[in-house]
């Protein structure tokens, strides 16, 4: 398919100099971009995403160092009005999935941005880029890239065996994974959702792309018993000569071929191997008992479904108050908290007692699920490449990268507008660095190590039963990853966006809001601290002589950038945009504004504008993707 020229770059990008276009033609050429640009806007957002997250896997991805790559993102902010339309349509268009299926990967990924799905798709594009002749030649392009996009999407796919960096692991993982699948298909005969063989074509289409051992298929033609049958007809029988009862079907009349009628065959010398006895149908109906009982099957389902949806509606946990049992107990917490404070150097199961402290001191303060905690990444470099759990001296600092609110456009240079960023680095607690320094976890790797999901569940839950057989209380791993969401939407006193950026996942709380708040870096980790207060503070209810653990000092002054919306005026521009029209209204008097109707149109049409920016920022409105609501309060058809 055809990408865009320097001709066609020079009219979308009208401020990029001659010296750009090049490598702008070759960025685009490689993402197979539309020589209409047509839904570009998304697609930059995710690659800018990229870059911000994964800076080193990027610039190797596309060859250009990251000082050229900064400045080549930072030009699609100003759009040309001739492709504008077509460049922020966000509508999928009609073939792209076969007939660029490159491009519609990235497409689609708009909706999937986090840093562990950058990371999966980088490391499938630099596969796919490195061997693109072979799967060229192989004719297994459209089939790979349809495989890694609906099996990543889809929720149901266990995503653990994308997060290896070697194509061996992966393979060897997505074909682990395909396995475990095909076996529970041909065991568990009541499974409730069995998994579509579709689902197991596409792991072993993906398996086949990172091993590169794809084999031409070889034909072979064979009489089944399908096509034997067609010879026969269904409807018309014939008496076999010299029998009262038995018939069989007779052929269909059908040209055979001339290199057989040469050959001396002819088309009715076969008959079908089981004959037909034909007696008289029993007039009356079978009896109750041997006809098969539908309501069973029906209600069976009916019951199933129903479970699950009650299970489901647990989970969100709708309509708790602080005394809800899904939220912790002050006793609860205490006693957790005595657990996971403990030394000790036993092993439960295949993991040592401190490790398991660690992974559930992280999910505590953090409010991350299992599955998420244990694929963290940590590292002793303290550089914006890498995104998870970093050591810097005697901290320990999370670096997150939220989704952003929204994409770049002519906004993004807007002086007016506070500036946004991308990566975000959160101050951790002290206990919890002291949790991770006894746990012996290698940096570089995974925060669950060399253990598996599964190996670190069946731990936490000899864990956390004999905590609770000891304590007779009933703390549960669902408990721990749910409790900061129950019980900030229980308080309603902690900002929800908060809570996002910790967890590093839009909830369903956070879906509104986070469109409204802008926080630097500084205010972002005093909320953290409040937040985690707050948890300790719930502690002194059951035990008032309890001592908060240190969080530890900050020492930051990072308010040039912050996260969140990126619409949210300066003060400087309030201050402006208050006094400016101020003064505009204290140049009317009411004695010359009532002479004429067009003076008292003016007046009215300034005061609007006035009160709409009052009632703008005083209520911390902020449109997602314009800065100013368009209200229908000015008297237009008078000026």
Request: aromatic share 10%; net charge positive; hydrophobic share 35%.
């Amino acid at each position: 398919m055809s990408t865009p020229t320097i001709e066609e770059i020079k009219l979308l990008l009208p401020h990029a100099h001659d010296s750009l276009l090049e490598d702008l033609e070759k960025l685009l050429e490689l993402i197979d971009c539309p020589n209409d640009f047509r839904g570009l806007q998304k697609v930059h957002t995710v690659l800018e995403y990229f870059f911000t997250t994964h800076p080193e896997h990027f610039c190797s991805l596309v060859e250009l160092n990251a000082t050229r790559i900064n400045v080549l993102l930072e030009l699609f902010t100003n759009i040309g009005e001739s492709y504008y339309s077509q460049y922020s349509n966000g509508v999928h268009a009609k073939g792209w999935m076969s007939k660029r299926p490159l491009f519609s990967l990235l497409f689609v990924f708009y909706e999937h941005l986090s840093p562990e799905s950058a990371s999966a798709l980088l490391f499938f594009l630099k596969h796919y880029y490195d061997n693109e002749p072979v799967i060229f030649e192989h004719n297994h392009t459209e089939q790979s890239i349809r495989a890694f996009r609906l099996l990543y999407t889809d929720p149901l796919t266990d995503r653990a065996c994308f997060d290896s960096n070697s194509v061996v692991q992966t393979a060897d993982n997505i074909r682990a994974y395909r396995q475990s699948l095909t076996s529970e298909n041909d065991t568990d005969d009541f499974v409730d959702e069995p998994i579509a063989s579709s689902h197991i074509n596409y792991l072993r289409e993906l398996e086949h792309f990172y091993r590169l051992d794809w084999k031409k298929r070889t034909y072979i033609e064979r009489s089944s018993k399908k096509i034997i049958r067609s010879s026969f007809s269904r409807r018309k029988i014939e008496r076999i000569v010299g029998s009262d009862n038995l018939f069989t079907a007779s052929l269909n009349k059908r040209p055979l071929k001339q290199s057989l009628v040469d050959s001396g065959i002819t088309a009715n010398e076969d008959y079908p191997g089981l004959a037909i006895i034909k007696t008289e149908q029993p007039i009356l109906p079978k009896p109750t008992h041997e006809l098969p009982d539908v309501s069973v099957i029906k209600d069976t389902a009916k019951i199933a479904s129903k479970s699950r949806g009650i299970s489901r509606d647990v989970r969100r946990s709708h309509n708790i108050t602080p005394v809800s049992r899904n939220i912790l107990q002050p006793h609860e917490l205490f006693h957790l908290w005595q657990a996971l404070n403990s030394h000790s150097n036993t092993l439960i199961g295949k993991v040592a007692k401190s490790h398991v402290q660690c992974l559930l001191t992280f999910i505590l303060i953090t409010g991350r699920s299992l599955d998420n905690a244990c694929c963290v990444p940590t590292c002793n470099k303290n550089d914006n490449s890498h995104i998870g759990l970093t050591i810097k001296r005697d901290k320990l600092i999370l670096k997150v990268a939220p989704r952003p609110t929204a994409d770049r456009g002519k906004h993004s240079n807007n002086a007016n507008l506070l500036k946004t960023k991308t990566v975000a680095s959160i101050h951790l607690p002290i206990f919890l660095f002291e949790s991770l320094s006894r746990s012996g976890i290698t940096l570089g790797s995974k925060l669950s190590g060399k253990h598996s999901v599964n190996t670190f569940r069946k731990a936490i839950k000899l864990f956390l039963k004999a905590l609770n057989k000891r304590y007779h209380c009933q703390i549960s791993l669902q408990r721990i990853e749910n409790y900061l969401i129950n019980r900030t939407i229980a308080l309603e006193k902690n900002d929800p966006v908060i809570l996002e950026i910790l967890r590093g996942e839009i909830s369903y709380y956070s879906r509104s809001p986070r469109h409204y708040a802008w926080y630097s870096e500084t205010e972002l980790n005093n909320k953290a601290q409040e937040l985690w207060s707050d948890i300790f503070n719930q502690i002194k209810f059951y035990s008032p002589e309890f001592q908060s653990p240190l969080f530890g000092t900050l020492e930051l002054d990072l308010d040039e950038r912050g996260i969140g919306s990126q619409f949210t005026p300066t003060k400087e521009a309030i201050i402006h945009w208050v006094s400016e029209h101020t003064r505009k209204l204290h140049t009317y008097t009411a004695f010359e504004v009532v002479k004429n109707i067009k003076e008292l149109v003016n007046y009215h049409n300034q005061y609007t504008i006035y009160t709409l920016i009052m009632l703008i920022n005083a209520s911390g409105y902020r449109a997602v993707y314009n800065p100013m609501p368009s209200f229908d309060l000015l008297l237009l058809r008078y000026g």
